[in-house]
């Protein structure tokens, strides 16, 4: 079992609808949950973390935690070509080291 | 600040020579991070720093890949010899205050191995 996994994808959604990211994790003692938006050719960069169970919205962004089901996942609304990129999604394991998950590439079609 | 800085932006090189990538960590990160990108493993890490200090290198791939961080605002990952499986992206990334803060990824290098 690999320590975060993504569905890969593409995952396509129409301009306007919401898109939903999940990412599940293999280290229950895991604390912190990170997303990384990467746009083709381009370095990540941080769009959202969060640390605790529940929901955590910015913008048009919602992160939601699940430490039970180690499940986290991304809701993007209201989504924009502007969004189509790879999404990552990163775990601080108990051995203290940030591992990302495969991506999962989105396309939003105008 | 200029974020964090990666050089050379891309590389291109033979099999078996070697090759050196290098970093600047943002002024007064105490972490840094060395990842490789690849479409079939994705997001690997390499190894990381803190405090100059290397704390885990359990990701390096083998004897071949050495990295150092001489100083808070240089670090270098060498490849020696080569190989064309080496071919990647690979990212710097800085943070402060450990691993519970955002990581800020320099523009990566691209490692072509022929």
């Known amino acids: 079992q690999k320590e975060v996994e993504q569905n890969s994808g593409p995952l396509s959604v129409p301009e306007g609808a919401i898109a939903s990211l999940n990412c599940t994790y293999s280290?229950?003692?895991?604390?912190?949950f990170f997303w990384y938006r990467q746009y083709s050719g381009k370095s990540p960069e941080l769009i959202m973390s969060?640390?605790?169970?529940g929901d955590k919205e910015d913008g048009r962004f919602t992160a939601q935690l699940n430490k039970a089901s180690q499940y986290v996942s991304l809701l993007i609304r209201d989504s924009q070509p502007s969004d189509s990129a790879t999404y990552l999604c990163?775990?601080?394991?108990?051995?203290?080291?940030?591992?990302f998950g495969q991506g999962t590439t989105l396309q939003v079609k105008p | 600040d200029a974020g964090v800085i990666q050089s050379p932006r891309h590389e291109v090189t033979e099999m078996g020579q070697e090759v050196t990538l290098r970093c600047k960590p943002i002024?007064?990160?105490?972490?840094l991070f060395w990842y490789r990108q690849t479409m079939m493993r994705g997001l690997e890490l390499l190894i990381y720093?803190?405090?100059?200090?290397?704390?885990?290198d359990s990701g390096m791939p083998e004897d071949r890949f050495s990295a150092k961080m001489p100083n808070a605002s240089f670090s270098t990952l060498k490849i020696q010899p080569s190989e064309p499986r080496d071919s990647a992206v690979y990212f710097c990334?800085?943070?402060?205050?450990?691993?519970?803060?955002?990581?800020?990824f320099g523009s990566g290098t691209q490692l072509s191995v022929l």
């Open positions: 990334a800085s943070t402060i205050r450990g691993l519970s803060e955002k990581l800020f």
């Open positions: 280290d229950r003692v895991s604390q912190s």
């Open positions: 969060i640390y605790s169970n």
């Open positions: 990163a775990v601080n394991m108990r051995t203290g080291k940030l591992i």
């Open positions: 002024s007064g990160h105490d972490y």
């Open positions: 720093f803190n405090n100059n200090v290397p704390i885990d």
